[in-house]
Nanobody
């Protein structure tokens, strides 16, 4: 069974940090690029960051460049999103996603709330 399970969300103050984790199972994780996406209240799903299957390249949406860092550990089937200098506009439900057999899959999400 293909599964992605996110964790690490919570409440952070502006300027604070959180580290999101995603545990993958049921597929050959090291063969797949992985993506973090987010959905703010009342808005659509937004691509945040992506990492190649071997971790050799990464990408970020402009609003998080220089603040967020994506990484992965293929030995542990894990992908991470280190989020620094958080802003209220980062408040959203964050999902770990990939494409499996041509279809997008994602976990249940982890809520990140940035507020003073």
């Amino acid at each position: 069974q293909v599964q992605l399970v996110e964790s690490g969300g919570g409440l952070a103050q502006p300027g604070g940090s959180l580290r999101l984790s995603c545990a993958a199972s049921g597929f050959a994780f090291s063969n797949y690029a992985m993506t973090w996406a987010r959905q703010a209240p009342g808005k659509g799903l937004e691509w945040v960051s992506e990492i190649y299957s071997d971790g050799s390249d990464t990408g970020y949406t402009d609003s998080v460049k220089g603040r967020f860092s994506i990484s992965r550990d293929n030995a542990k089937n894990m992908v991470y999103l280190q989020m620094n200098n958080l802003k209220p506009e980062d408040t959203a439900l964050y999902y770990c996603t990939t494409y499996f057999n041509g279809s997008p899959i994602r976990g249940q999400g982890t809520q990140v709330t940035v507020s003073s």
